[in-house]
């Protein structure tokens, strides 16, 4: 199991708070207040600060009227010369592109931020944007180029001794390393991480780092190392109650109690992580789960609760199914309505023209009418002073 891909993609994140601001977005009068403030602001600083938090109150609701509002942004900054200011809502509008996955717009967007971030000396600002980078290759598993861009991005933060910063990218470097295959470099990485998010007593960033080691470890089949890993990732992850690290330890637990044939504990742990997915609502999640577990019954030749949980795997399975299935169909039926009423717009236009043609011919040939009859008049008029 590869657990990178999936939690490397949750932390594509342009700014630290913006789980704060989104919080926040659910209040009306926030949104509405920092709206007032766009009008009223006394300074450009006022207005260049509630286009950003109006981006961010946006970007995953509502993305069009983000867009707008890091736009409008863009366009003051431009206009007050404040380049800090211009290169962050040039990261913003990347963010907007990346999230809409169309990628090459993003990376334009990215790339004219970092250089105005590398001309004024924004070594931290040109970090974060080495990593949005780094993240945008690999979502397109570009891994050399991202692993470049997270490289560079760890120098930066060396530099400036930011060790939340260092602890991050030393993960996804980590992170790159494993999908090559290159354990023992993964390794090194991970174990560096996981010394900073100690440090700094980043509880949830440690259990991911002691995840991710556990599972290298189980690529060179060392399995006590990995579950003494695991282990201490459980205490902590119960410490905290957070489901999703739990999910974490206890599935990675479970699958290698698995693979050394402890498989009454193996189904004890895979049952915890299944009731930590459950109350998540992690509907995938619960389903590569339930493969585990029926895997885990049938080695014991436990048939009928390896059965259960394939009857139970066979109807989450078609309910994934169904409700991607039903996302598609909306999606296509969406495109329909889109091009009928385009359709009936063009007719309706077509339609106006028409009409307007008609009434243009039909006054030209009153019009010609009239005239024709006045003249015949005329005619008429001086045959009878002829005679």
């Not at 490397?8 to 009306?28: N, S």
């Not at 206009?79 to 211009?86: G, H, L, T």
């Not at 530099?159 to 790159?176: F, M, S």
């Amino acid at each position: 199991m590869n657990i990178h891909t999936h939690y490397l993609k949750i932390f594509l994140t342009l700014i630290i708070g913006i789980t704060i601001i989104m919080t926040k977005a659910q209040d009306k009068n926030f949104v509405d207040s920092l709206d007032r403030v766009v009008l009223k602001a006394a300074t450009d600083t006022g207005v260049i600060g509630a286009y950003g938090d109006l981006f961010l109150a946006y970007i995953h609701t509502e993305p069009q009227k983000a867009l707008g509002y890091a736009e409008k942004g863009l366009t003051f900054s431009k206009e007050k010369k404040r380049d800090k200011s211009v290169s962050r809502f040039l990261n913003n509008i990347g963010y907007y592109y990346q999230l809409q996955g169309k990628m090459s717009k993003a990376l334009d967007y990215y790339e004219k931020s970092l250089q105005i971030k590398k001309e004024t000396g924004n070594k931290k600002g040109a970090a974060m944007t080495l990593v949005n980078i780094g993240n945008l290759y690999y979502e397109a598993t570009d891994l050399e180029h991202a692993l470049n861009y997270f490289l560079d991005a760890l120098e930066l933060f060396d530099q400036l001794e930011d060790q939340r910063g260092r602890a991050y990218c030393l993960n996804n470097v980590g992170t790159i390393y494993e999908e090559q295959k290159n354990y023992t470099k993964a390794l090194d990485f991970y174990k560096h991480s996981l010394k900073i998010k100690r440090k700094i007593k980043d509880k949830p960033g440690t259990v991911r780092c002691l995840v991710n080691i556990g599972i290298i470890f189980t690529h060179f089949s060392d399995f006590d190392k990995a579950l003494k890993m695991f282990n201490e990732a459980i205490v902590i992850a119960e410490e905290k109650q957070d489901k999703v690290l739990l999910y974490l330890s206890y599935r990675n637990m479970g699958e290698t109690c698995m693979k050394m044939k402890k498989n009454k504990e193996a189904a004890t742990y895979l049952e915890k992580a299944l009731d930590n997915a459950t109350g998540l609502d992690a509907l995938d999640e619960i389903h590569d789960l339930y493969e585990s577990i029926i895997e885990n019954y049938t080695q014991t030749e436990d048939y009928r609760n390896a059965y259960n949980y394939q009857a139970e795997y066979i109807k989450l399975h078609d309910s994934i199914f169904s409700s991607q299935y039903n996302e598609n169909i909306k999606l296509e039926k969406s495109k329909h309505e889109k091009e009928i009423a385009g359709l009936n717009k063009n007719i309706g236009e077509i339609s106006e023209k028409m009409t307007a043609i008609k009434f243009l011919f039909a006054f030209t040939s009153l019009l010609i009418f009239l005239l024709v009859l006045f003249y015949f008049q005329k005619y008429l008029k001086r045959k009878n002073k002829c005679k």
